[in-house]
């Protein structure tokens, strides 16, 4: 039953979003961390995101029951009942407000608060209805960074705002990849996705579209938070070839393929760029 429970909380989400979180955290802090304090901010990002995925179970599975990749989720199964369910993520989400309440600051208790309700409501909602679903969703993947900014800084400016603007528009490759190669399963949860509404061939246009505006929010970074020449020459070169092999797909013979070759590569971007980002914080990389 702990398992079930763990796996409710979707705990790769968390890993993934955890990554950009530490950056952010990095940057802010300009060599002078406190461990403690990233471990009081990831602790508490961590619970809030893992009490808008359970919400976001809650809400979906409808949806989960008529995709291949979730109709074994616990909710969607009735393994775990919807009340239980609402409490978990209720409790969750309090303690992890509480967490960051007493150990960061209120800028950054905000931005949880608008990471939840974005992910829970705007986007529980518009993923539905519209094909800028992913942009709406895109909003609340784009705030952990900020809040492991803020956490730090307890302000925003253009660093903070450009961070925020680079998971943007990193999220929108990455999530087109997905929907691309997973066409068929949103397709049939009736979810309109871009791949199933205007086709793979404007898909890939978008994604070619979205990767050079990742580029320029990430070099951008360079000017913003003076993360200094081999930061800029690392973002401009992962660009590139995330840009080429996006391109490439104009003349894949098997999308499905190609698309998940995307997936593996846009995750491989953000992590080597949140790398450099958390060295960029030190002197001695600036």
Known sequence: MFRTYYQLTKPGIIRGNAVPAIAGFFLASRGNVSYRLLLETLLGISLVIASACVYNNYIDRDIDKRMARTKNRALATGAISKRSALTYATVLGLVGFIVLAAYTNWLTVIGGIIGL??????????????????????????????????????????????????????????????????????????????????????????ILLYILAFGVAAVSLTFFAHTGPLYFVMAVGLTLFWFISGFHGFGANDDNSWARKMFGISLLVLLVLCVFISLSGFAAFR
């Open 117 to 206: 309700f974005f992910y829970v409501v705007v986007y529980g909602y518009a993923k539905r209805k519209s094909v800028h679903g992913t942009l709406v969703g895109s909003i609340s993947g784009a705030m952990p960074p900020v809040a492991g900014y803020i956490a730090v800084s307890d302000h925003l400016n253009a660093s903070a705002i450009t961070l925020f603007l680079i998971l943007v528009f990193w999220q929108m490759p990455h999530f087109y990849a997905i929907a691309t190669y997973r066409r068929n399963d949103y397709k049939a949860a009736g979810l309109p996705v871009l791949p199933v509404v205007k086709g793979v061939s404007i898909a890939k246009r978008d």
